[in-house]
C-alpha cells in the first residue's frame, strides 16, 4: 500500500511560479513510476508529466512543455512539479499518482496506468 499526499498549491499571478511536493509512504517508492495529474472544474482528469523510476525518463503534456518541470529525490521520497509561467488555463486539482508496477519502462500518460493516488492539491491562477 502507498500513500500520497501532495502540498505547495495556492494562489498565485499568471506568470508566476509554484513547486508541488507529493510525498509517498513505502520503501518501494523508488522503484514506481510518478506522475501528475490535474482536474479543473468540469473536466476530466487531464495528465500533466511522468517520471521513471530512477528518474532519468520525464514525459509531458503538450500544454506545459517548457514551463513544468517533474523531479524526484528517492531518499526523500518525494517527487516535485515546479510549474513556472503559470496561466489561468492551469487552474486545476492536481494530483500526484504512483504505478506500482516494478522498475517499469513505461511512462503512462492516461489514469488507469496508476495505481495509487493523493487526494490533490489546488492550484489557482489569477489573471
Known amino acids: 500500500q502507498v500513500q500520497l499526499v501532495e502540498s505547495g498549491g495556492g494562489l498565485v499571478q499568471a506568470g508566476g511560479s509554484l513547486r508541488l511536493s507529493c510525498a509517498a509512504s513505502?520503501?518501494?517508492?523508488?522503484?514506481?513510476?510518478m506522475g501528475w495529474f490535474r482536474q479543473a472544474p468540469g473536466k476530466e482528469r487531464e495528465f500533466v508529466a511522468a517520471?521513471?523510476?530512477?528518474?532519468?525518463?520525464?514525459a509531458y503534456a503538450d500544454s506545459v512543455k517548457g514551463r513544468f518541470t517533474i523531479s524526484r529525490d528517492n531518499a526523500k521520497n518525494t517527487v516535485y512539479l515546479q510549474m513556472n509561467s503559470l496561466k489561468p488555463e492551469d487552474t486545476a486539482v492536481y494530483c500526484c499518482?504512483?504505478?506500482?508496477?516494478?522498475?517499469?519502462?513505461?511512462?503512462?500518460?492516461?489514469?488507469?496506468?496508476?495505481?495509487?493516488w493523493g487526494q490533490g492539491t489546488q492550484v489557482t491562477v489569477s489573471s
Open positions: 499518482a504512483a504505478d506500482d508496477s516494478w522498475r517499469s519502462t513505461v511512462l503512462h500518460t492516461t489514469p488507469p496506468g496508476y495505481d495509487y
Open positions: 517520471i521513471s523510476w530512477r528518474g532519468g525518463r520525464t
Open positions: 513505502g520503501r518501494t517508492f523508488s522503484s514506481y513510476t
